[in-house]
């Protein structure tokens, strides 16, 4: 197992440092590399293979095989007596590299590969563990994903028939592309976890942590930021402004339920999708470079968060209710040390990783004319932002603890898993100052009045309140309406039931009603028993015709005479 996990690592650290100096010489030389391979063609329509790389395709593969090195090197003490560690490096290998192709593809048809594989490979890794949640969860995020991958194939659908390629590089808006433009949102929602499809990513924490440090940090759910970020010139208008509004109630929402929820991992996954909101939500008001800055440091930060949380879940003996698992600043001082750096570069405490890039975004928001109730809603999911952070760090370094647990509470026994997170930490405190001058060689000109600085720092104190005072509403407020408003917010707005019970009961009673209504009730009428009892009734009246035949031949006699009797008089009288 030490064998197999070190020499990933290694391969993968190496990709990493030669994507990274690919990524500045192509940023600094001003490069693209546009590779297309012609397959064949059919119907004046043409099959080829294009690989696209820029500095941006590179620096993007670089923080993922870094990320993946580490990750590699985690697992080798997270996952020790697993008897299935050979599967799981091979499907960490194969997500990996389904996300190097879905990096470096401009071609719909090769980005399906990499999106299906990506779909596929997390469907492997959340059912992981055997048992009934992980099977659950893995369904959601399976099925969550598969209407991504059918409404690429719809886009593909089009395209082939409208333009005649799939590479949507090279085409502007216009009516078969703004088609297209509406079913690559729909995929890039869906990967993102935006609402209405943002239950599958809590839901996808029952799979084993390095899993969600990789996986649901840095790779799997930015994939669809990505997707957008390349595909931005091809929305129109409309579809930005809805958009725009989905990712910030995804942020408000994630906030929120971040604020009430306990589970460890769940709280590190809404904080993940508060973030994927505000990069969807720059990118909608024209911060393409501001997302994708913000995308990197997520990922180094966010990576760190999760690997902090594993060791502590790994020491506790598979503990995760916050509520039990305080104390750890006595017991693992490395590891609070680097989760409360890594929350620090979650709220955007100065100097951290975070702050060069969330900072930014929020003076470029308000500099930009988006509405108050757009300021309103970002400021304040920022506030909860902080809020969440600030109460995780309270539960986990000075809360109660399982005393249950507290034989393997030894960080010498993590050697290999704090050298992984020393890896991260030192990019968390200084990449950020470094890629700003790397990514904004053109620095962002703001300039706001004094009125507006003070109000975005009001509105982060408003959402910080607003935060804390929605952990304590069940003390406050009527205890069933409390607990009401608790299950609904922590619920995430009953998106859970909705994406899961409510859909399938929807359509189950439908199904039903149809059952009772129409199979066995208008078509019973007026099909098989309607048809069947009009010809027995049919048969019965002949046979009363057929069993009184001489009275009827008789009258029909005496009717006959009495017409032709008519007849004659009618002609005696003409």
């Known amino acids: 197992m030490i064998f197999y996990c070190?020499?990933?690592?290694?391969?993968?650290?190496?990709?990493?440092?030669?994507?990274?100096?690919?990524?500045?010489?192509?940023?600094?030389?001003?490069?693209?590399?546009?590779?297309?391979?012609?397959?064949?063609y059919l119907n004046q329509s043409t099959f080829d293979m294009i690989l696209y790389i820029d500095w941006m395709t590179c620096m993007f593969m670089s923080f993922v095989f870094y990320i993946s090195s580490l990750i590699f090197s985690y697992s080798n003490e997270y996952m020790e007596g697993d008897i299935y560690i050979k599967r799981f490096i091979f499907l960490m290998s194969m997500f990996v590299f389904s996300m190097m192709m879905l990096i470096i593809s401009m071609n719909l048809v090769a980005i399906l590969v990499g999106w299906d594989g990506l779909g596929l490979i997390s469907y492997a890794l959340v059912i992981y563990y055997q048992n009934v949640k992980s099977f659950n969860a893995g369904m959601l995020t399976a099925?969550?994903?598969?209407?991504?991958?059918?409404?690429?194939?719809?886009?593909?659908?089009?395209?082939?028939?409208?333009?005649?390629?799939?590479?949507?590089?090279?085409f502007n808006i216009d009516?078969?592309?703004?088609?297209?433009?509406?079913?690559?949102?729909?995929?890039?929602?869906?990967?993102?976890?935006?609402?209405?499809?943002?239950?599958?990513?809590?839901?996808?924490?029952?799979?084993?942590?390095?899993?969600?440090?990789?996986?649901?940090?840095?790779?799997?759910?930015?994939?669809?930021?990505?997707?957008?970020?390349?595909?931005?010139?091809?929305?129109?208008t409309d579809l930005i402004m809805i958009l725009l509004f989905l990712?910030?109630?995804?942020?408000?929402?994630?906030?929120?339920?971040?604020?009430?929820?306990?589970?460890?991992?769940?709280?590190?996954?809404?904080?993940?999708?508060?973030?994927?909101?505000?990069?969807v939500s720059i990118l909608c008001l024209g911060g393409s470079d501001l997302a994708f800055f913000h995308l990197l440091m997520h990922a180094l930060f966010k990576a760190l968060l999760f690997m902090?949380?594993?060791?502590?879940?790994?020491?506790?003996?598979?503990?995760?209710?916050?509520?039990?698992?305080?104390?750890?600043?006595?017991?693992?001082?490395?590891?609070?040390?680097?989760?409360?750096?890594?929350?620090?570069?979650?709220?955007?405490?100065?100097f951290m990783a975070g702050f060069y890039s969330k900072d930014l975004i929020a003076e470029f928001l308000s500099m930009s004319v988006s509405g108050f109730f757009v300021y309103m809603i970002f400021y304040l999911s920022i506030g909860l932002t902080v809020s969440y952070s600030m109460r995780l760090s309270y539960f986990i370094f000075f809360g109660d603890y399982n005393v249950f647990s507290l034989t393997s509470l030894n960080e010498k026994n993590n050697k290999i898993m704090n050298k992984s997170m020393l890896g991260l930490i030192f990019f968390v405190v200084m990449m950020g100052s470094m890629f700003s001058w790397f990514f904004l060689s053109i620095p962002y000109f703001i300039y706001l009045p004094v009125g507006m600085k003070l109000m975005t720092c009001m509105f982060i104190?408003?959402?910080?309140?607003?935060?804390?005072?929605?952990?304590?509403?069940?003390?406050?407020?009527?205890?069933?309406?409390?607990?009401?408003?608790?299950?609904?917010?922590?619920?995430?707005?009953?998106?859970?039931?909705?994406?899961?019970?409510?859909?399938?009961?929807?359509?189950?009673?439908?199904?039903?009603?149809?059952?009772?209504?129409?199979?066995?009730?208008?078509?019973?009428?007026?099909?098989?028993?309607?048809?069947?009892?009009?010809?027995?009734?049919?048969s019965k009246n002949m046979q009363i015709y057929s069993l009184n035949h001489i009275k009827i031949y008789f009258l029909i006699f005496l009717c006959f005479m009495g017409l032709v009797s008519m007849l004659v008089y009618l002609s005696s009288l003409m």
């Not at 650290?13 to 010489?25: D, N, Q």
């Not at 059918?150 to 090279?170: P, Y």
């Not at 339920?257 to 709280?267: G, H, P, Q, S, T």
């Not at 020491?315 to 890594?342: A, E, H, K």
Request: hydrophobic fraction near 55%; charge should be neutral; charged fraction near 10%.
């Open 6 to 40: 070190t020499v990933f690592s290694f391969i993968m650290a190496v990709f990493s440092f030669i994507f990274f100096m690919l990524g500045l010489l192509f940023s600094f030389s001003n490069l693209n590399l546009f590779l297309e391979f012609n397959l064949f």
């Open 143 to 170: 099925l969550s994903n598969r209407i991504g991958d059918a409404a690429i194939l719809v886009g593909i659908s089009i395209m082939m028939g409208s333009v005649g390629s799939w590479n949507f590089l090279f």
């Open 175 to 236: 009516h078969e592309m703004g088609m297209v433009s509406w079913f690559l949102v729909l995929a890039a929602i869906t990967k993102s976890a935006q609402i209405p499809f943002s239950s599958w990513l809590p839901a996808a924490m029952s799979a084993p942590t390095p899993v969600s440090s990789l996986v649901h940090s840095s790779t799997l759910v930015t994939a669809g930021v990505y997707l957008l970020i390349r595909v931005k010139d091809l929305l129109n």
């Open 247 to 279: 990712s910030l109630f995804t942020m408000f929402m994630a906030g929120m339920a971040a604020n009430l929820e306990y589970d460890l991992k769940k709280i590190i996954a809404l904080s993940t999708l508060s973030q994927l909101g505000l990069m």
């Open 308 to 350: 902090c949380a594993g060791c502590i879940i790994h020491n506790m003996m598979d503990m995760q209710d916050i509520r039990f698992i305080g104390g750890q600043i006595y017991f693992l001082p490395f590891t609070c040390m680097c989760m409360m750096v890594s929350n620090f570069a979650l709220c955007g405490i100065p």
């Open 461 to 538: 104190i408003i959402g910080a309140m607003f935060g804390y005072e929605l952990n304590n509403i069940f003390y406050y407020y009527d205890m069933k309406l409390g607990y009401k408003m608790k299950m609904f917010i922590s619920m995430m707005w009953n998106m859970p039931v909705l994406s899961t019970v409510g859909i399938s009961n929807s359509f189950l009673f439908l199904g039903k009603e149809f059952y009772k209504k129409i199979d066995h009730g208008w078509l019973e009428y007026y099909g098989k028993e309607g048809v069947s009892s009009f010809l027995l009734w049919m």
